[in-house]
Structures are given as structure tokens and as C-alpha cells.
């Protein structure tokens, strides 16, 4: 018989919940897990079912457990510049910029969003570790004249085809006019939020910085209030869309063994100061291995949980990191780390799954 997988989160301080805890719990969310030690819904419907409103409709999305880490202050640029293997000199005032945050050897510490507010004015919008405390630490080790904190700021995703139809009625057209990875300060209900058009999907959408818990459940009923007829549900990111657009996960798909040119964010590493890891990172640009989309043959399998192994007559050759079944693409699509000598599009490996082994092979693209 199957184990029961039935057992729930003791209630505790140290897992959080977020300001939209109970739109979430009203909205059926059925299956949810921890990042950045905060809940983070991973199911409602089902994951097809979700899957398919996502690309057809538009999903609310509890993303709060995206925790900022603020960064303000004199020092504030002095401090980034530490951090950042990205050119932060052409930065605009209302952009925000894909980051790898590295150790001194160049090591992946988290992928971020960095936000900037002002000049001396920054967010760092995590993926799951604990990137703050190395943020003090180096402000701390250099003795830097800048505050870094937590703020009480808790993303909430708009994502999906129609998004911007959602998002203008909330906050007016101004919204349709939010380009790629910029943001406008937008109103709702007289509060200024940080309304940025991005988010971990490749259907479209917006990011929205609720600044405030209690401004968090207000927000959430306009949302819903406002796009019945657009059938918005609430939603999260889902992992078998996220695979076939090749978002990456950080402690799934890479960690701290990892370089921004083993994850293909070598492009981001440009920053003409002397941040920490540059020296590390110079000579590891040449990476023995890389990110690859990677296609299992055959019919849907028991679910990813740690990493699958992959083999080219029977030696390994690198590892399947996430994966999902694709009721679009009608396969299993992957997300795997593959040694130099088997990464070449059209290469046929083995992949040993839970299920057992599969036949597998190396994509040119991601499918999205
Ligand atoms: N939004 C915000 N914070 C976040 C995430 C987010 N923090 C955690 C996690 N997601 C960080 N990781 C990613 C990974 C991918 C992207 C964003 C954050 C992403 N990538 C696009 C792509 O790869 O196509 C665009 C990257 C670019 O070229 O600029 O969006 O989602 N606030």
C-alpha cells in the first residue's frame, strides 16, 4: 500500500506565514511547502489542472516567501558593487536586473532579482537561502555606512495571458505600460507599491511589492473582485511550465558547487569593479559542464525528489535536477546539469528515475 502522505506543518513561529495566508487557505490551497522559511503554496486544483488556467487564464500567486533583503544607505551602491558580478552602472532608476550573487570563488549563493528604488536604495529579491546574512556580513567585515534589513514587503504575482487586463483595472492603464523588468510606482486604495512586469513564468505577468502585511488581504479580494469574468484563480508557480521555460531553481537546479557560466549567466557576469569572486570567477568561465534542457522519453513518471542520475554507457555524464510531464509537449521535460563531452543538442543519454531507467536526450532550446 502507499504511504500516506497526509501529515501537515506543525504550526510555529519559525515557519512563516504570509500577509495572503488566508485568501490561499480560503482559495483551496492543497499542497504547499517552505522557502526562505515562509509557506509557499505549490498546489490549488491540481498541478494540470493549474498548469493549463496559467496559460489560458490569469492566476493570483502568494509569492511572498520571495523575501526582500534592503539594502539603503550612503554606503548602499559601495555595498552593491561588492555583491554584484552584473554592471550595475546602466542600471535605470526604475529597473530591475536578474543577479547571480556568488562566494569568493565564484560559487552560486542565490539568483535574486535586484530592484532598484534609488541611487542609495536597493531590494534583493531572494530565492531560498539565506543570502542576508552574508549581505551584513560583508557590510560588516568592510564597515559600510548602510542599513540591511528584512522589510515587510511580500510579493504577489499576477500571471498568465490576462494579466494586464487584471492588473489595469486594479491599478489603471498605467499598468500596460510597465516594459520587461522595469517598474512603476502604482496606487491602490491610496498605498504606492513597486508594480514590476515580471515573475517566474514565461506566460506574461506582473510582480506587485505589497510594502505592509496589512495591505496584503485588501489587495488580494480587489484582485479577485475585479477579475471574475477574466476567471482568475489563485495560483503559484508551477514546476512542469517553469521547466519547459528553463527558470531556474536554486537549490534544485544549482547551488554553491555551481558558477553563473555553469547555470548560463555567464552574460550577467560583466561588472567592470572589483566585487567579491571576481578573481574566482575568471578562471572558471570555461565551464566542464552546463544547463541543459533535456527530454525523458516515455510515459509520466513518480515525481523528482532529490536528482536523477545521467548515463552514457552506463558512466555518468551529469544529472536531471527538475522535471515534469507536459500535457502541451506531451513528454517529460527536464532541467539537467551534462558534463562538456554529452551536452551537444541531439545527444542521447539514460536517465535512472525513480521508475527506473529512460531514454533521454539533450534539446537545442527550452520548449518555451
Ligand atoms: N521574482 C522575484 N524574486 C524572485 C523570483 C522572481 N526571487 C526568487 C527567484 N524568483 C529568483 N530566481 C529567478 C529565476 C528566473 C527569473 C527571475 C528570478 C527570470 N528569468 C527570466 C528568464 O530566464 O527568462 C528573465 C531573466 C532576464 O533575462 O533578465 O525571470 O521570479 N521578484
Redesign the pocket.
Known amino acids: 500500500m502507499a504511504k500516506s502522505s497526509g501529515a501537515s506543518i506543525f504550526p510555529s513561529r519559525r515557519v512563516r506565514r504570509t500577509p495572503f495566508y488566508e485568501g490561499v487557505t480560503a482559495a483551496g490551497m492543497s499542497v504547499c511547502t517552505v522557502y526562505n522559511r515562509m509557506i509557499l503554496p505549490s498546489v490549488f486544483e491540481g498541478e494540470v489542472y493549474d498548469y493549463h488556467h496559467l496559460k489560458k487564464h490569469v492566476q493570483v500567486w502568494d ?1 511572498s516567501c ?1 523575501r526582500q533583503v534592503a539594502v539603503q544607505g550612503p554606503d548602499a551602491r559601495r555595498l552593491m558593487d561588492m555583491l554584484s558580478p552584473r554592471d550595475l552602472d546602466r542600471m535605470a532608476d526604475d529597473q ?3 543577479m547571480p550573487a556568488i562566494d569568493r570563488d565564484g560559487g552560486l549563493l ?4 535586484l ?1 532598484k528604488l534609488a541611487e542609495d536604495h536597493f531590494w534583493i ?4 537561502s539565506d543570502y542576508l546574512q552574508y549581505v551584513l556580513g560583508i557590510r560588516d567585515a568592510l564597515g559600510l555606512d548602510v542599513r540591511v534589513w528584512e522589510p515587510d514587503v511580500s ?1 504577489l ?1 499576477v500571471q498568465g495571458p490576462k494579466s494586464d487586463d487584471l492588473m489595469a483595472r486594479v491599478f489603471g492603464d498605467a499598468a500596460r505600460d510597465i516594459r ?2 522595469r517598474y512603476k510606482k502604482l496606487a491602490f486604495e491610496g498605498q504606492e507599491f513597486v508594480v ?1 512586469r ?3 513564468s ?1 506566460q506574461g505577468g506582473f ?1 506587485i ?1 505589497v510594502e505592509g502585511t496589512e495591505n496584503g488581504m485588501p489587495l488580494w479580494d480587489a484582485l479577485f473582485a475585479a477579475g471574475e469574468d477574466l476567471e482568475v484563480r489563485a495560483g503559484c508557480p508551477s514546476t512542469r511550465e517553469r521547466v519547459e ?6 537549490g534544485n537546479d544549482m547551488d554553491r558547487s555551481n558558477t553563473p557560466y555553469e547555470i548560463g549567466l555567464g552574460k550577467f557576469v560583466n561588472s567592470p569593479r572589483d566585487y567579491i569572486g571576481k578573481a574566482g570567477l575568471a578562471s572558471r568561465s570555461e565551464p566542464e559542464r552546463q544547463i541543459r534542457a533535456v527530454e525523458i522519453a516515455g510515459d509520466e513518471l513518480t515525481p523528482i525528489a532529490g536528482i536523477w542520475p545521467l548515463l552514457a554507457d552506463g558512466r555518468k555524464v551529469g544529472q536531471v535536477t527538475s522535471a515534469g510531464w507536459s500535457p502541451d509537449f506531451n513528454t517529460t521535460v527536464s532541467i539537467a546539469m551534462v558534463d562538456r563531452s554529452h551536452w551537444d543538442a541531439g545527444t542521447r543519454l539514460e536517465v535512472e528515475t525513480t521508475d527506473g531507467m529512460r531514454p533521454a536526450t539533450v534539446h537545442e532550446k527550452f520548449w518555451i
Open positions: 509569492v520571495e530591475c536586473y536578474y542565490n539568483d535574486p532579482v530592484v529579491s531572494l530565492a531560498d510579493p504575482a520587461f523588468f514590476a515580471s515573475g517566474y514565461k510582480e511589492y521555460g528553463g527558470l531556474l531553481s536554486y
